[in-house]
């Protein structure tokens, strides 16, 4: 059978693999094995925090990262309303929730399974996970009291229109926090080891890219945000990162122990695991930031 030409043409410059299809995808296929990185369903990284934390209880430092998002938040005491950009099985929510008894959150995703099953545990909060684009939702202008997206932006590369959406939906006077990996340098300026373990990082995790963090910051406030404070965690995220080569081959046996199948979504997850470590190890080039931006 040949192949059109322009098929050929078009899967050889092909630049993404961040469609809508492929991420919606890759949560639908490999979000039950995020069972294996986090009983609580966290699907980031962790923060250690000397005295709260164990570097050997993945979980303690995965919550951790987002009881540091939830105080950035600078949330009131009184009735909230907080916005989960790319939330994932709703990890972040359910700590919040847990944590603030008049907060009600929406979470927003692509993928069908994180809606259907996220909404499940949330069942007994004042919070509903939907499927949307976080780059067009349909939550009214200035009507949260917060935004947050764990390393969710990542899938359309920190995009101005991305941010833009999050100020739309945000009240004057209340904040935007992002904890993502982002890039030191332009891409182009990346040494080849980087440069490799970034294409393939974008590619396995179907990532847009990675923002650039002075551009980021430059665009958060081109946009209308102010006090834009940029927070480099990397030293902190690293313990938690270091847990990738052990939790790997231990997910791999117990789906072999098991005789279940590995799907391509897993594999694609298991991959991206192991260049976000490579990536991480080249810490001239990339780093791991919590950016906080207010309306
Ligand atoms: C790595 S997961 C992080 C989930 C969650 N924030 C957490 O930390 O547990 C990335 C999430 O971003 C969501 N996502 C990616 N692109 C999106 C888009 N354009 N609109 C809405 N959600 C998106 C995915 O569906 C997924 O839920």
Redesign the pocket.
């Known amino acids: 059978m040949s192949i059109p030409l322009s098929h050929t043409t078009r899967t050889a410059f092909k630049n993404t693999h961040a469609t809508?299809k492929e991420?919606k995808t890759f949560?639908d296929e490999a979000t039950e094995d995020y069972t294996f990185w986090s009983q609580d369903?966290?699907?980031?990284f962790g923060y250690f925090s000397f005295g709260k934390t164990n570097v050997l209880r993945r979980d303690t430092m995965l919550n951790e990262m987002n009881s540091q998002v939830l105080k950035r938040l600078e949330l009131l005491a009184s009735k909230q309303f907080v916005a989960?950009?790319?939330?994932?099985?709703g990890?972040?929510m359910r700590h919040f929730l847990h944590r603030h008894s008049l907060l009600s959150m929406i979470g927003?995703?692509?993928?069908d399974f994180?809606a259907i099953e996220g909404n499940k545990l949330l069942k007994k909060y004042p919070a509903v996970i939907v499927k949307?684009?976080?780059?067009n939702t349909s939550i009214a202008s200035h009507s949260v009291d917060g935004a947050i997206a764990?390393?969710?932006f990542c899938?359309?590369g920190h995009s101005l229109k991305t941010l833009k959406e999050a100020h739309r939906i945000l009240k004057p006077g209340k904040r935007l926090v992002i904890g993502d990996a982002f890039l030191k340098k332009t891409p182009d300026q990346l040494c080849l080891g980087s440069s490799y373990s970034y294409r393939k990082l974008c590619e396995k995790w179907s990532l847009e890219g990675l923002g650039v963090i002075n551009n980021v910051k430059r665009d958060l406030e081109n946009i209308g945000f102010s006090k834009v404070t940029i927070d480099d965690i990397s030293p902190r995220v690293a313990p938690s990162v270091f847990h990738v080569p052990f939790a790997i081959p231990l997910f791999l046996i117990k789906k072999l122990l098991k005789r279940e199948p590995i799907k391509k979504q897993s594999w694609d997850n298991l991959k991206a695991s192991f260049y976000a470590l490579t990536s991480g190890l080249h810490m001239k080039d990339f780093g791991y930031y919590l950016i906080t931006a207010e309306k």
């Open positions: 809508r991420i949560y369903f966290n699907m980031h989960d950009l790319g939330c994932g099985m990890g972040t927003v995703t692509l993928s994180q949307e684009d976080f780059r764990m390393e969710s899938h359309t």
